[in-house]
Structures are given as C-alpha cells and as structure tokens.
DNA sequence: CGGAATCCTTTTCGATACTG
DNA sequence: CAGTATCGAAAAGGATTCCG
C-alpha cells in the first residue's frame, strides 16, 4: 500500500497487513469460514445442523472455526441449558453482520460460475 | 444446498460444492491469491512489480500464485523477448474481470476495519 | 448434544541457493 | 529479469475415539 510515495501498511491487533484484503482474508479465508458464515447470515444455528449443512466438514474442523469465529467477534456462542443434552446456538455479531455484504458477492459470483458453467448433481445421500 | 427437499451440489471441473462460496473461495481464497489479483485490477504487471507491491510474499509463493492464477483463467501471461533480460507481464483476463465486484467488497470491508480500528504505520525500510 | 483428545497425513510456507 | 530447486518447518485438515 503506497500513500504519496511512502510505504505504509494497517497494524491491526499487533498484525501487519500491507494491503486491505488481507485483512478480510484474515477474517474470512480459509477452507471453512465463508461457509460458516455464509450459513449463519440468514439466522441462528446449531452445531448440528451446521455440520448437516456442510456435510463435508468435520466436527473437529466445524468446532475449530467456530471458535476462531467467535474469538474474532464475528459470531457470537449461546448455549442453553447446563447438562448433556444442552443446547448451543450460534449466530452472527452486528460486527460480523457487516460482512454480509461482501459475503453476498463472492457467493454471487460462485453462483454465476456455477450456474453457466457447472452442473447440478444430486448428492442425495446425505 | 438444499432445493426443494433435495440435497444438490454443483459440479464444476470435476469438483463438488456443496454452496456458492466455495466455489469463488476456491479461485480467490489462500494467503496470496486475492492480493495478487487485487494489484492486477488496475492494470497490467511485472513479476519484480508484484513482488514489491506484495513485499512479504517470496519470489517462490509470488510464482506459484500466478501460475495457479493462469491455469484457472484469471489472469494471463504475457512474454516479451525469449533471453534472459525478458519481461513477462500479468494481467487479468475477462474473465478474472468478473471478479472485480467480489474484491471490492473483500477490500472495502478490510479498508474499513482497518481506518477504524487499526492504524496507520511505516513500513518505509521496504 | 456438542464437542475435546489424540494421532496422523497433507498442504502450505519460507529461506536459501541457483539458472536460462 | 524472472523465475526454479531443494529442504525443512509449520499449519491445516481428517479419522477416530471418548466424554460431561
């Protein structure tokens, strides 16, 4: 990032990033995050039902993200009840709400892609 | 994705997505990729250009980048001159082009965050 | 129900050195 | 100038089992 011919870059919680994607990258790349989020825009979920959404993740992968998601403040975890059969809901911050933007846009153009040039298959057997 | 009570997925180059942001993820997502292409937006580029533009990446990531950028049609590889003192230039394709909207989002949120919660520093030993 | 623990494999990353 | 080659470290991801 050059601003009138000097080299400067954010410094964000102790991180160094030299250009603006990389801090939303930092956010929301990797395999897993998009997804999850992607998911939570729309309301609250339960682990259950995220790992029925995205039947490819693991538990251990779908618990992992969702604490980094938490620790980053753009979900929050609510758990109801304090025994084994007890309840955890997550959904989004007003904070990660203000991704939902940018999230629409790289699934708008996945979808473009997909729908010109993929194809539909059934995946029935989840 | 769930349509009409029935599990689909998209095929696309031999690969299942089970939602839309995985696609786009899959083209722009990793640590370089979205930075790489976010200086190509505005024009074309030389490798030792994108190299100090991107001071943290190595010449070996930069190179695996933009190849992995090519072989998914984003960008395109222009030579000029076959002996060593040569000069190769990267730019974005039509195609990559779509892609523009997505980055903008992804920057615009990142820029955000970062003028209000990071700060400015100089990185001038660059 | 909603994970955590363990172990293992795969992928990514980085430093350094070298080349047509 | 624009990369490759090589190596090793580190991180990400996955399978399975176990637990409050």
Redesign the pocket.
């Known amino acids: 990032m050059i601003i009138k011919g000097k080299n400067v870059a954010y410094k964000l919680e102790g991180k160094i990033y030299h250009c603006a994607m990389d801090i939303t990258m930092d956010y929301i790349g990797?395999?897993?995050k998009s997804v999850v989020l992607w998911y939570l825009k729309n309301g609250t979920h339960?682990?259950?039902e995220l790992k029925k959404l995205i039947p490819?993740?693991?538990?251990?992968?779908l618990?992992i993200q969702?604490?980094a998601l938490e620790e980053d403040g753009l979900i929050v975890?609510k758990v109801y009840g304090r025994k084994?059969?007890?309840?955890?809901e997550?959904s989004l911050t007003e904070f990660g709400a203000t991704l939902i933007p940018a999230l629409n846009a790289i699934a708008k153009w996945g979808r473009g892609l997909g729908d010109s040039e993929g194809e539909l298959v059934d995946v029935g057997e989840f």
Chains 1, 2 share one sequence.
Do not use: H, N, Q
Request: glycine letters at 4%; charged letters at 35%.
């Open positions: 990797g395999k897993w339960r682990f259950a490819d993740i693991t538990e251990k992968m618990s969702l604490r975890r084994p059969p007890m309840r955890v997550y």
